[in-house]
């Protein structure tokens, strides 16, 4: 029984995030998705908006779960039997700051990290993009799951 966790800030989910959800379901026998409690940018949505949202997202889906954390992100990990973070990479843009926490995270814990490459459809989706668009009246319901257009929406009325 392999167990996986997906972290992120998830300000706000989008498609790009389910996607690496939903594939790292298809290698792993379960998937954990670690909602950062107080990401270093004050957030849109508060922690419990965002796991909420991810809930929402992955109802009927048993083997997902979704949980908010503090502090280190391995202190995490570790408490909750973590076999292996994954992350997704969209580019290379992505790549320096992703390889230094993989390698500080297995420094500090001897947890693995395994990239997978973001669906090229997805490659230019961001959270912070996402909430860019929907301040300044732009459409992003092709950008994040149904459920998070409604929260943007509410959030920021258009
Ligand atoms: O969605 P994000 O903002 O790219 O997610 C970044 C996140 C939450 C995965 C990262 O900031 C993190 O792991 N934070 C926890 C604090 C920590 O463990 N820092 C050391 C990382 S090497």
């Known amino acids: 029984m392999t167990i996986a966790l997906c972290p992120g800030s998830f300000d706000p989910p989008t498609n790009g995030h389910v996607d690496v ?3 790292s379901l298809a290698i792993f026998d379960e998937v954990v998705v670690g909602v950062i409690g107080n990401p270093s940018k004050s957030p849109m949505f508060s922690a419990e908006e965002r796991v909420d949202l991810l809930r929402k ?4 889906v048993d083997r997902v779960g979704v949980e908010t ?7 995490f990990a570790v408490g909750r039997g973590i076999d292996v973070i ?13 390889l ?12 693995e990290t395994c990239f997978v490459a973001t669906n090229p459809s997805h490659g230019y989706i961001s959270s912070s993009l996402v909430k860019e668009v929907a301040r300044l009246g732009g459409n992003t ?12 929406n509410a959030k920021v009325p258009r």
């Open 86 to 98: 994954v992350k997704g990479l969209r580019g290379v843009a992505d790549f320096d700051s992703e």
């Open 141 to 152: 319901d092709r950008l994040v799951p149904a459920e998070v257009q409604q929260a943007l």
């Open 69 to 75: 954390f503090d502090g280190l992100l391995v202190d």
């Open 57 to 60: 997202v992955f109802t009927g």
């Open 100 to 111: 230094q926490m993989a390698q500080m995270n297995h420094h500090l814990s001897g947890i």
């Open 21 to 23: 959800i939903q594939r």
